[in-house]
């Protein structure tokens, strides 16, 4: 990144005339000549296209040994996936089963996915809607607060830990309100920065005997411990797990063929690259190479997976970056991502797994059309995606009108009639303000624990 492409900063960005940007005064021009800036970053194909990065080094150690003799040691109480949660089996990146359950799920919701992709979640509860799948979306819960961690460098990791083990306590104990028993619930994370951020807490936690102390006292007082221990949970499920375990049942769905339709995958960094020895890897998917949730969903739906040279490259959005140096965030989204889709790939569509990857990528792009960029590519969950092939509505269910990147001309390549879809929309949008909106669950499922709940009479016989 060349310092001089930022611009001028104001002087309140400047402290001591040395400019402030939380990045520190390496941030600094390189002068590259282009062959050299490609010489500096060819070794992404040669060497992590083979996943070598990730897998030649020591054997990394499996937290699970340390959690399971920790437990015999009366120490933490393990919160195990069970058979009542119907749990599917997967490999990860050195070869070790992780369990993914399936069904009787908590859901642990996305604060950006909430408040700027709203389909995003949806999408994923309406697939488990028609597949009868039991799950709990209640209110009691917190946003994960990586993002200020990662973002701010305010956070630190006691707060972190205690908010984790604090969410997690609150699934295996959210069933009591029913009359269920606890870890009746499994706690699904539909973020992939909380999915990352958990995974290396949890880490933390096993390993720092003086963390578990620090934490157990603060737990303690939020009355979130069971018989005076830590509550850590045996897997950490991120839903798109659940969606590749799942995609031959979802493939059973398909209303509209996506044969034809040219998918490139952006595979998140906290998704897989945090804690890569804990990501789900297929011999079955592009040759084991590359992480295999997204790919695997979208390539059982029938859709070509394209390959591009700059797959593993970041969404451009890096926490810190999004807020100190916003340019780069842009142009990266632009310029290493988007453009290279649609120039390499001649892509349709972007699929993404994660929260701020989908963000960054989607609305993004008006940005690099209003100084000339103009590249424009659909950008969707993996979840969206096969709902809309299952055949969600694209505006009710899939949401897509909150979306920045225009999406018409995938509909449109889907068979999608997407404009007598807008109006069908449009007359359920006054229905809404007449007061006859509709659920997408029942209402109650939002409640358990917490005051008013009222209990679900169980199915008729």
């Known amino acids: 990144m060349s310092d001089s492409n930022c611009g001028e900063r104001p002087i309140a960005d400047r402290v001591g005339g040395e400019r402030f940007t939380g990045h520190g005064s390496e941030w600094n021009n390189a002068k590259l000549s282009a062959e050299d800036a490609r010489t500096a970053t ?83 509860l309406w697939l488990m809607n028609r597949m009868d799948i039991k799950y709990l979306d209640e209110t009691d819960q917190t946003s994960c ?103 031959s049942d979802i493939r059973a769905m398909r209303e509209i063929d996506v044969d034809h339709i040219r998918a490139t995958i952006h595979p998140a960094c906290h998704v897989y690259k945090m804690i890569p020895e804990d990501a789900i890897y297929d011999d079955n998917i592009l040759e084991g190479n590359r992480v295999a949730v997204s790919t695997g969903l979208i390539q059982e739906m029938g859709a070509q997976v394209i390959d591009y040279s700059t797959w593993y490259d970041c969404c451009g959005f890096g926490f810190r970056h999004i807020i100190s140096e916003r340019e780069f965030t842009r142009s990266f989204a632009i310029d290493r991502k988007i453009k ?52 969600a ?28 879809r807008k109006a069908e929309f449009e007359a359920y949008l006054e229905e809404v303000k007449a007061g006859r909106g509709e659920n997408l669950y029942d209402p109650r499922l939002r409640i358990t624990s917490g005051p008013g709940f009222q209990k679900i009479a169980p199915p008729a016989e």
């Not at 963000?359 to 993004?364: G, S």
């Open 42 to 124: 060819s070794w992404v194909e040669a060497k992590v296209d083979k996943r070598s990065m990730l897998t030649n080094k020591d054997r990394v150690e499996d937290v699970r040994d340390v959690m399971w003799q920790l437990e015999k040691d009366g120490e933490i109480l393990v919160h195990r996936v069970e058979e009542q949660h119907k749990p599917r089996m997967v490999k990860t990146l050195f070869g070790w089963d992780k369990k993914i359950p399936t069904t009787q799920l908590w859901h642990h919701k996305s604060c950006g996915q909430c408040g700027n992709i709203p389909g995003y979640p949806a999408s994923l």
């Open 145 to 247: 607060t990586a993002w200020n961690y990662h973002g701010s460098g305010i956070g630190n990791v006691e707060s972190l830990a205690a908010v984790f083990l604090r969410n997690f306590h609150q699934a295996y104990v959210s069933g009591k309100a029913q009359g269920l028993d606890d870890g009746h619930f499994y706690p699904l994370v539909h973020c992939g920065t909380s999915f990352g951020n958990y995974k290396e807490i949890r880490m933390f936690l096993l390993q720092s005997a003086e963390l578990r102390e620090r934490v157990t006292k603060i737990l303690g007082k939020l009355g979130r411990l069971v018989d005076g221990k830590l509550l850590i949970p045996e897997e950490i499920v991120h839903y798109s797990e659940w969606l590749h375990v799942m995609r």
């Open 340 to 391: 290279v889709a649609v120039e390499e790939a001649n892509a349709d569509v972007m699929i993404g797994h994660d929260t701020g990857c989908i963000t960054t990528l989607d609305k993004n792009q008006w940005i690099g059309q209003a100084v000339g960029k103009d590249v424009s590519l659909p950008v969707v969950a993996d979840c969206q995606f096969a709902a809309l092939a299952c055949g």
């Open 393 to 420: 509505d694209p505006y009710k269910i899939v949401q897509l009108h909150w979306h920045a990147s225009a999406f018409e001309g995938l509909l449109g390549k889907m068979g999608i009639d997407w404009e007598k």
